[in-house]
């Protein structure tokens, strides 16, 4: 493409689209403070504390129905196997979100009824991504952005699963 | 943007003008996706481009009502890569979704307000969603992400 009139071409790059956006998520990933604005953003209630725990248990029940769904049906460990991982990873950044949270006794998942694991998965999947989009409402700062980011990471999950 | 630092939402209308400025460039894109790609996956691409339109316009009221003056688009854009196929057109389709997650997420990370959240919520998540296909269409591993618009590392 060539050059247009001032102020001149935006290149599509991710470094164009995604720099400004990403200027503000070193705070998000880490959960730094370095103003007052974001300080006050970070300060956790007791209960987004409490809510937030509840979102590491419903992370660790999902990771869980992965585990029964591809014991159940291994043929799905080429489609859900990447899955898997990529939610095993979304729970390790809600623990380290939520220092305090200790494993829960999350109880058995039960096995997919009727041999069909992934339609099963599926509910799992959308379930845990419906509860954590709405517990990013009740967050704010670097907690609502990870909750929001795990929401839609999950509900790729949910279509590659259809 | 309107002197709104002194008032509480200043860092989330801040985050909303970056967030209308990826939907401006997405719309653009749009345009160079869907004519690279063949008749049978330009619907997707329209689909989408009119998604991003929606919340264009969505976003120019929101801040406007607010006094803030919303972010225009810019006066050209330059593509990132050559697209002269549908492989090229999804990958830029990919780079498009994921600018817009990326500020999406920071809309999350910056918002005051409930309402906020949950715009930002629906958007992220249906431009992940939209990711996920194109991702597949460009031959992209993996297709999903386990934390879109955070950074990697």
């Given at each position: 493409m060539s050059s247009t009139p001032r102020p001149g071409p935006r290149t599509l790059t991710r470094r164009t689209l995604l720099v400004a956006s990403a200027a503000g998520l070193a705070v998000a990933a880490t959960?730094?403070?370095?103003?007052p604005p974001v300080a006050e953003r970070d300060t956790v209630t007791g209960a987004q504390a409490s809510e937030l725990a509840a979102q590491v248990a419903v992370q660790e029940t999902l990771v869980g129905a992965y585990e029964t769904a591809l014991a159940a049906d291994p043929s799905l460990a080429a489609a859900a196997g990447v899955l898997a991982d990529q939610a095993g990873e979304q729970l390790d950044r809600l623990r380290a979100a939520a220092p305090g949270s200790s494993p829960s006794a999350t109880p058995p998942v039960d096995a997919p009824a009727g041999g069909d694991a992934r339609a099963w998965l599926r509910t799992q999947v959308a379930a845990a991504a419906s509860s954590h989009a709405d517990a990013a409402l009740g967050q704010t700062g670097a907690r609502a952005a990870l909750l929001g980011s795990i929401a839609a990471g999950l509900g790729g999950h949910e279509a590659r699963l259809a | 943007m309107a002197d709104d630092e002194t008032t509480g939402t200043a860092a989330e209308d801040a985050a909303l003008d970056a967030a209308l400025a990826a939907e401006h460039a997405a719309v653009w894109g749009y345009g160079a996706v869907g004519a690279a790609l063949g008749p049978e996956d330009r619907g997707t691409a329209a689909a989408a481009e009119a998604a991003h339109r929606e919340v264009r316009d969505r976003l120019i009221t929101l801040l406007d009502a607010r006094g803030a003056d919303p972010a225009a688009p810019e006066a050209g854009y330059e593509l990132p890569?050559?697209?002269?196929?549908p492989v090229d057109a999804a990958a830029l389709a990919v780079v498009l979704e994921e600018g817009v997650t990326a500020a999406w997420v920071r809309v999350l990370d910056r918002a005051v307000e409930r309402t906020t959240r949950g715009l930002a919520v629906a958007e992220l998540g249906a431009a992940e969603v939209r990711a996920v296909g194109w991702r597949e269409a460009a031959g992209?591993?993996?297709?999903?992400?386990?934390?879109?618009g955070l950074p990697t590392g």
């Open positions: 959960g730094c403070t370095s103003s | 890569f050559p697209v002269l196929s992209r591993t993996p297709v999903t992400s386990a934390l879109p």
